[in-house]
């Protein structure tokens, strides 16, 4: 039952909202950032959320998000409408810093809470894995880079589009394999556009 589904899920994402795991291995105290609704078309797995983000609870709200937005072609309002886009990284809460970046995500939220989560998102039709750490956990193959996954992405695609974080440390891969902004970015919009159309068809959950 429809109704039924987005009570469930509400009651799940408060239960992930009062979380504290990992509480004793985290710089602050926990803050879980995600949003979803039932009713998603559109599932994003980032990493884990930086310090801006766990500042103002609101996800990928800081350069990296403007970039992501950008390759999927679409406004502010559009990403983070829960009715039609979900965003569930691999960690719910900003894990600190390390010796040349954030640390990893804990990986107690994904082990413990995606699926769930997942269980109640029944109307994913495209699943966006960004990063390593979204990419080695859900996806099959045996590959030495994110570099090759994500050449490989014809292989995952419309279900699933394997993408580099889009964070502006990245500026050097960007340049390096332009294929991505030449090819992968036009079908990634192409894709994201199609389902967030009113009347977009329904389709099976993995194409």
């Keep these: ?15 992930i ?9 985290l710089p ?11 009713s998603a078309r559109i599932l994003v797995v980032g990493q884990a959320p930086g310090t801006r983000v766990h500042a103002t ?6 350069a990296s998000g403007r970039r992501l937005r950008q390759w999927l072609g679409i406004s502010e309002e559009q990403f983070y409408d829960e009715s039609r886009i979900a965003i569930v990284p691999m960690g ?31 109307e994913i039709r495209t699943t966006l894995l960004i990063g390593q750490y979204s990419q080695q956990h859900y996806l099959a193959g045996n590959y030495r880079s994110l570099t090759e996954r994500v ?18 440390r990245n500026q050097l891969w960007l340049r390096r394999n332009s294929w991505f902004e030449n090819e992968v970015v036009p079908a990634l919009q192409q894709r994201v556009s199609q389902l967030l159309q009113p009347s977009a068809p329904s389709s099976p959950r993995h194409e």
Excluded at 1 to 12: E, F, I, N, V, Y
Excluded at 57 to 62: L, Q, T, Y
Excluded at 155 to 164: D, I, K, W, Y
């Design 151 to 168: 050449q490989d992405w014809r292989r995952f695609a419309p279900g699933q589009f394997v993408l580099p974080h889009p964070s502006p």
């Design 92 to 122: 719910f809460c900003y894990p600190g810093k390390g010796r040349s970046g954030d640390l990893p995500p804990r990986p107690e939220c994904a082990r413990t809470w995606h699926q769930p989560v997942l269980e109640l998102l029944p």
């Design 17 to 25: 909202r009062r979380c504290n795991l990992c509480a004793d291995a």
């Design 57 to 62: 609870g609101i996800p990928w709200n800081d």
């Design 28 to 38: 602050h105290q926990p803050r879980p950032v995600l949003r979803a609704r039932s």
């Design 1 to 15: 039952m429809p109704g039924s589904q987005a009570s469930k899920l509400d009651t799940l994402l408060d239960q």
